[in-house]
């Protein structure tokens, strides 16, 4: 089946712009977690959606930064006011449950900001 | 706490030799312990996990061992290839937490 897909791929941006990635999990995935990956770094934990509870924030920077998940499927990042920092690739995925299941990762989308 | 350490960050073996990797974590609670392997430009990806009920477990090359007293997990790559090279990540999480990363360590296998 289909895996999961991120949008776009790439995209540049002007310092002070505002943007929004998304992300199409696996069909039946009930988490769905945002990972940021600055060049040759780990992967820093943004947020995380699991079911109909409310989603664990912790990882966001700051409050520039927003995440919705419409319907427990397509989750949205959305970045405002972007800073040269925020340049790295974004990262989804998702798995079939809570914490103990494999993590299906997307292509990332690669955020330059200019 | 959800921390986890991971040692060593950069690990450059020979072909054919073996490459061990080593995480330790605080969390009493996990239970669940996955390696995941990011190919250069590339997305990661599973290629190993272990769940608290067993020590170790293998597949084919890779194995992973688990000490849940002293809690620390290791991935033990044998006969290492110029493919096994890669950034590659533990995890743990337990019960309702989120997977929780470590830093990574790039591993280098040189012909």
């Known amino acids: 089946g289909a895996g999961v897909s991120q949008s776009p791929s790439n995209k540049v941006t002007e310092k002070g712009k505002d943007v929004e990635l998304r992300c199409d999990p696996i069909?039946?995935?009930?988490?769905l977690y945002w990972y940021r990956q600055s060049l040759g770094q780990g992967l820093e934990f943004l947020i995380y959606f699991q079911g109909n509870s409310a989603p664990d924030k912790s990882g966001l920077p700051s409050d520039r930064f927003s995440a919705e998940r419409t319907g427990g499927s397509v989750s949205t990042l959305t970045i405002q006011r972007t800073q040269q920092e925020d340049s790295a690739v974004y990262l989804c995925a998702s798995s079939v449950g809570q914490g103990t299941y494999e993590q299906y990762f997307g292509p990332g989308t690669r955020l330059t900001v200019t | 706490g959800e921390n986890v350490e991971q040692h060593p960050s950069t690990l450059s073996v020979q072909e054919g030799d073996s490459a061990v990797i080593k995480c330790t974590y605080s969390?009493?609670?996990?239970?669940?312990f996955p390696w995941y392997k990011q190919e250069l430009g590339k997305r990661p990806q599973l290629i190993i996990d272990?769940?608290?009920?067993?020590g170790e477990k293998k597949d084919q090359r890779i194995a992973v061992t688990l000490n849940k007293t002293a809690k620390h997990f290791s991935l033990h790559i044998t006969e290492t290839q110029p493919e096994d090279s890669a950034v590659y990540f533990c995890?743990?999480?337990?019960?309702?937490?989120?997977?929780?990363f470590g830093t990574g360590t790039k591993l280098q296998v040189i012909p």
């Open positions: 272990i769940r608290s009920n067993v």
């Open positions: 995890a743990h999480s337990g019960g309702y937490q989120k997977v929780t």
């Open positions: 969390d009493s609670a996990s239970n669940y």
């Open positions: 069909s039946g995935h009930t988490a």
